[in-house]
């Protein structure tokens, strides 16, 4: 493992869309890439940290040096996020579904003339809420993402108490911006000390400032 701030700390990053399973050939996803949380274990890696990678089915090249685990749904993420814990700090970049279909058929559904499908929904499990609600064994440092079209700051605010979770990244998504989908992004830091906000930077900028800033949170390097 690299030498760094990061050394001796295990970090848990959620990266990358869910797929949501209809029937065992067709699936309800979102457009997410998964670049940022991509950029964020790559550089949470360089400052020497220990990387669990849970990533739902992304185009972003997988970052080298991290444990890769490898996610279709919500619910697995779930299940793969809490199995990858204890965890000095967890960063909730993915864009999970917040729905799946109720009742997933387990056989293709037939085209039938005339008859359209209904598909019922469920809510999925809310993952960064879930952890940083734990009881016991939560990471001394969960970190969510807010994408927000207005009042980023008063939404993400508010989502911030709703979750509890210590810090959140929020971004503005508004069309205007042009940063979904795009390599910049603009966030404003929110935490217990009120908000930051970031200058317009590359996602990979982002990753490296939030990193660093992670590092300091967590202090001096943990013991072998
Ligand atoms: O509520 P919203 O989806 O806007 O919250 C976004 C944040 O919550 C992100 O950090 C995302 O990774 C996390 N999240 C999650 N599980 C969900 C929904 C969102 O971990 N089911």
Not at 46 to 65: H, I, K, N, S
Not at 86 to 96: G, L, S
């Amino acid at each position: 493992l690299a030498d760094g701030p990061l050394r001796g700390r295990r970090v848990v990053v959620t990266s990358g869309p869910t797929h949501e399973p209809i029937d065992p050939v067709r699936y309800i996803a979102n457009r997410s890439s998964g670049a940022q949380g991509t950029a964020i274990a790559s550089a949470l890696r360089d400052l020497g940290a220990e990387v669990v990678f849970v990533t739902g089915p992304a185009d972003a090249a997988r970052p080298a040096g991290v444990e890769v685990i490898e996610v279709e749904s919500a619910v697995e993420m779930r299940a793969a996020v809490l199995g990858a814990l204890p965890a000095d700090a967890a960063v909730f970049a993915a864009a999970v579904a917040d729905w799946r279909v109720a009742t997933a058929s387990d056989s293709k559904i037939k085209k039938q003339a005339g008859r359209l499908p209904v598909l019922e929904f469920t809510e999925n499990p809310d993952i960064l809420a879930e952890v940083s609600q734990l009881p016991e064994g939560r990471p001394g440092l969960v970190v969510g993402f807010a994408a927000e079209t207005d009042d980023v700051v008063a939404h993400a605010t508010a989502k911030r108490l709703r979750k509890g979770c210590d810090w959140i990244l929020a971004n503005d998504v508004s069309p205007a911006t042009g940063i979904m989908g795009g390599s910049e992004n603009a966030v404003v830091l929110i935490s217990d000390d009120g908000s930051e906000a970031w200058p317009r930077m590359g996602k990979r900028a982002v990753a490296e400032r939030l990193a660093q800033r992670i590092a300091a949170a967590l202090g001096a390097p943990a013991a072998e």
